[in-house]
């Protein structure tokens, strides 16, 4: 059996792109599905993340938020069951940084590249130069400058078990207006991503707060504690909560452990998921 869960972000989902935003979840999904049925697991979670980085529509890959100067730095991350992790931080100028990721992770000596460097092992992997601005992203920058508002956050992420395979994975424009070279928990062990032989998690939301509460390790320390899954994830959004008491301090989290057991937590407004167990007929 295998299972694959994806997210599209915590926040505030609006209202006209509700229906837009549930299909390319599902899409997502349905892609990472058939790599599974294939005994793929690396593959599924890729390719279930790059399709949602080249949606146009979350914050991750092409169509990521702006920084206060008006670029793109992306941040990405996977971690596997063994800790074997790869991750960019302050990526620019490049398609799909879950990709260059998990290069970092395959094809480099290295955990984590950063700014000038991720993107030089990225071209020198073949990942030619590349835009990921929109003009809907660019128009919203605009708006911002003017109201001074920046604090917007999203992210994509998933995590597949498959047999003894455990892997999570997650990419981020960051936040809207960020300074440069601000990096969040999104490529960070124990913060965005977080794997071992028990279970996968991923998180999203502010990414300062799920730093500070290393938000994705306590998802699997409340589970060993009784090996309950959706109580783990419960304890863990409390635990920020009270931990943290700014209003932006929000965050979901989604998981799967060696049981296959599925669970999806959060404390935004909106989070939308989609999962799916090859037991199961259908993507939910």
């Known amino acids: 059996m295998a299972s694959i869960i994806v997210h599209g972000g915590a926040g505030k989902i609006q209202e ?44 991750a890959g092409t169509g990521s938020v702006l920084t206060s100067d008006k670029k793109i730095q992306m941040d990405a991350g996977i971690v596997d069951q063994d800790r074997e992790l790869g991750a960019v931080t302050c990526l620019e100028k490049t398609k799909n940084p879950i990709l260059v990721a998990d290069e970092v992770k395959n094809r480099s000596n290295h955990v984590i590249l950063s700014g000038k460097g991720a993107k030089i092992f990225a071209r020198n992997r073949g990942y030619q130069k590349y835009d990921p601005k929109t003009k809907e992203k660019v128009k919203q920058w605009e708006n911002k400058k003017k109201s001074n508002s920046s604090n917007k956050y999203g992210t994509v992420g998933a995590v597949v078990v498959q047999s003894d395979k455990i892997v999570s994975a997650s990419s981020t424009g960051g936040v809207w207006m960020k300074k440069q070279g601000r990096i969040g928990d999104t490529p960070i062990l124990g913060c965005g991503i977080y794997a071992d032989s028990n279970l996968g998690v991923a998180a999203t939301g502010h990414g300062e707060g799920i730093i500070k509460t290393m938000l994705s390790r306590k998802v699997r320390d409340f589970y060993v504690e009784n090996r309950n899954l959706d109580q783990a994830l419960d304890k863990d959004i409390n635990f920020l909560e009270k931990k943290l008491e700014k209003p932006e301090d929000k965050a979901g989290l989604i998981a799967i452990n060696k049981e296959q057991e599925i669970s999806f937590k959060k404390n935004t407004e909106d989070m939308p998921v989609g999962y799916f167990r090859t037991d199961e007929k259908d993507v939910k």
Do not use: C, H, T
């Not at 837009?20 to 890729?46: A, C, D, T």
């Open 16 to 59: 006209e792109k509700r229906d837009l935003v549930r299909e390319k979840i599902r899409n997502s999904v349905e892609l990472g599905k058939e790599k599974l049925k294939r005994g793929k697991p690396y593959k599924s979670i890729l390719s279930s993340i790059k399709y949602l980085e080249d949606s146009k529509i979350f914050n």
